[in-house]
């Protein structure tokens, strides 16, 4: 159902959020837990239930079957064949990724496991469940994948020569757009969740030992 006040408070959540992420990144932690307290404080003030937020456990798996293919490709295909890409044909690419990575920090994997799983559920709440699902009712499913999936690339973004910068932050848009594809079919956070953060491990574990 459409509520255009829910629709204005989308806007002006996610506008601070990016914007506080962009222009303020030593609070990036902070503006990123902005959507998640929203979503958690008008889920209690609007009586909304859990599965209206996307989390949906009763039909995990027939949500999880009726995406299977795309569940397969996002968790298992993508990041392992990008990153093997990367090391044949884009190594620039590949380094820019790298810098990425906690493992110099000296972060453990059971704590970096951990703080993943946390930060992924942040994620798919913020562009599937905010920014997706409430725009859906306005502008059609696919042109909500598409925002949500061009503002969470642009969310990524890390600094380096232009052509990288444009691979790196238009592949996360194609993860971005097969995720919000998969929330478009079930509205099942879970799911997407589950195949984000196997995607996710399988690239580090393949990056790391590069």
Known sequence: MKNKFVLIETILITT????????????KTFFALIP?????????I???TWNELG????TFGADLHANWVLFVLVGFVMQPAVALWAKTYFSEYLAHVQARLPFGSGIGWGVLLSLLAVSLIGEEMTYRTLIQGRLTPFIGAAAAVGVGSVLFGLAHYASGP?????????????????YGTMFARRNNLWVVWLAHFIGDVLGLLVLASL
């Open 16 to 27: 601070v959020t990016l914007l506080g992420m962009w222009f303020v990144p030593t609070y």
């Open 55 to 58: 989390f949906k456990i009763r």
């Open 162 to 178: 232009a052509l990288i910068v444009a691979v790196d932050v238009g592949l996360i848009m194609v993860d971005s757009i097969l």
């Open 36 to 44: 998640i307290a929203y979503l958690l404080i008008e889920r209690r």
């Open 46 to 48: 609007r009586k909304r």
